[in-house]
Each structure stands twice: as structure tokens, then as C-alpha cells.
């Protein structure tokens, strides 16, 4: 099996930072796409950042400028250095990654248990 935990969720003002981590692990050969989605109450899961294994990254415009995704092969890592942090920004908040547990695979996806990020003043 593989698991995904992320940390560094928390209650941040305003315009304040937060820098959220993923850690992949378990029956793992390689991981393709890596990504972050988050949700807030009463609203459906988005897409906020994704990354490629050679680093090509998307980011949702709502926070393209402010959020930078980065991973860590060799760790099977991704990281989220969130930057001008705004209370709509609040949400609960998911990693996500495309798993190949063996060379013979096909991708599988696997989800983080996910992280509060709270914005308010």
C-alpha cells in the first residue's frame, strides 16, 4: 500500500505565509504527477497546484504568484510555500499523488488524510 501525510497546516493572518509538506510512502517505484487540492465548506475539491516528475508545474489563477508547488524525488516529497495568504484561501487542504507501485504498474491515485490551512485575522 502507499500513504500520503501531509503536514504544516495551520492559522495564519492575512497576508501571512504557511509552507505545507507530503510525504509518500510505502510500495512505491516511482510517482508521476504530484499535486495539491484543497476544500472549503460547502464547496467542491480544486485543484490548486500540480507538479511533474521532471518539475513542470500548473497552478489554479487564484493563486498563481502566491503559491509555489515543489517536490523531492528522492524523498517522494511535495511541498506548498503558500505566500499572501487570503481568508478565502481557508480550506481543508489534500496531496495527492499518481503512484506506480511496480515497473509492470499502470498509475494509481492516492490522497493525503489532508490539512486545515485557516486564514483569519
Known amino acids: 500500500q502507499v500513504q500520503l501525510v501531509e503536514s504544516g497546516g495551520g492559522l495564519v493572518q492575512p497576508g501571512g505565509s504557511l509552507r505545507l509538506s507530503c510525504a509518500a510512502s510505502g510500495s512505491i517505484f516511482s510517482i508521476n504527477d504530484m499535486g495539491w487540492y484543497r476544500q472549503a465548506p460547502g464547496k467542491q475539491r480544486e485543484l490548486v497546484a500540480s507538479i511533474t516528475s521532471v518539475g513542470n508545474t500548473n497552478y489554479a489563477d487564484s493563486v498563481k504568484g502566491r503559491f509555489t508547488i515543489s517536490r523531492d524525488n528522492a524523498k517522494n516529497r511535495v511541498y506548498l510555500q503558500m505566500n499572501s495568504l487570503k481568508p478565502e484561501d481557508t480550506a481543508v487542504y489534500y496531496c495527492?499523488?499518481?503512484?506506480?507501485?511496480?515497473?509492470?504498474?499502470?498509475?494509481?491515485?492516492?490522497w493525503g488524510q489532508g490539512t486545515q490551512v485557516a486564514v483569519s485575522s
Open positions: 495527492n499523488a499518481q503512484v506506480l507501485r511496480y515497473y509492470w504498474d499502470y498509475e494509481h491515485g492516492y
